[in-house]
């Protein structure tokens, strides 16, 4: 059974930035390695996610389509690649859920964890590593570099709800939560990163 790696973190956090390293660092001891994202990961799923970025709907719809469209993606991409001993790496998934459609939007998380459990019982990942930064800073990259989507246009609040969703979840799962100070350098999170995964191989 391979492992199973999950970037989170509020949007502009920087987690995206770290990706490439972090496939570099594990192709190089000769492993597998699929690397995918939410929404999203298969042609279905990618579908899902240009409805779920751009379209305003009722947060339960939200969730229910992040939640589809991460089934296909366990379906036809996680659970073959895990089997067959690769590592994945996904940029984001269901902590995101928690994150933005629980603490944000403020769904219950009680119906989340329903859904989850209907989705994926047995699976969690082996190791998330949540990128951490204030909000200022988060926003500060964004408008630096891009048009925003649907989420990244809300405002203040919506972030600091989601950020401290995270936050409790490293804090309830702290044997796979590897929470990063995101505020530091990009040189300087690699480092770390690096630590983190040679204590994880
Ligand atoms: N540690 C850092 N210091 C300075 N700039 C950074 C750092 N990390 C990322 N950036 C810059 O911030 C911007 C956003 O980074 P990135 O796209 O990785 O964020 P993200 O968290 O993946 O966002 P999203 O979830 O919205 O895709 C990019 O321009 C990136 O170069
Ligand atoms: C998986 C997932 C994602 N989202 C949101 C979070 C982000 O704003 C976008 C994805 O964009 P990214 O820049 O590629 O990270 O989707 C969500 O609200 N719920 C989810 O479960």
């Known amino acids: 059974m391979g492992k199973f790696i999950t970037f989170e973190g509020i949007d502009g956090a920087g987690k995206s930035t770290h990706i490439a390293f972090v496939s570099d660092y594990i192709k190089q001891r000769g492993i597998e390695l699929v690397s ?9 799923g990618e579908k899902l996610r240009e409805i779920v970025l751009h379209e305003k709907m009722h ?3 939200e969730a229910l389509l992040v939640f589809a469209s991460r089934r296909e993606h ?3 991409v996680i659970e073959p690649a895990l089997a067959r001993g690769a590592w994945v790496i996904s940029d984001r998934f269901t902590d995101s859920t928690f994150a933005y459609q629980g603490g944000g939007r403020g769904m219950s998380l009680a119906k989340l964890d329903a859904l989850e459990q209907w989705v994926h019982p047995e699976l969690q990942p082996d190791l998330t590593l949540l990128f951490d930064v204030p909000l200022d800073v988060a926003r500060a990259r964004l408008d630096a570099t891009r048009e925003l989507d649907k989420f990244e246009q809300e405002q203040s609040d919506f972030f600091a709800a989601t950020r401290t969703e995270y936050l409790r979840r490293a804090a309830e799962f702290p044997q796979r939560f590897r929470v990063i100070d995101s505020t530091q350098s990009i040189a ?5 990163i ?3 995964l040679d204590a994880f191989f």
């Open 36 to 44: 995918s994202r939410e929404p999203g990961g298969t042609p279905l």
């Open 194 to 196: 690096a630590a983190i």
């Open 188 to 192: 300087e999170i690699q480092q770390q």
């Open 59 to 61: 947060l339960e719809t």
């Open 74 to 76: 366990l379906a036809q």
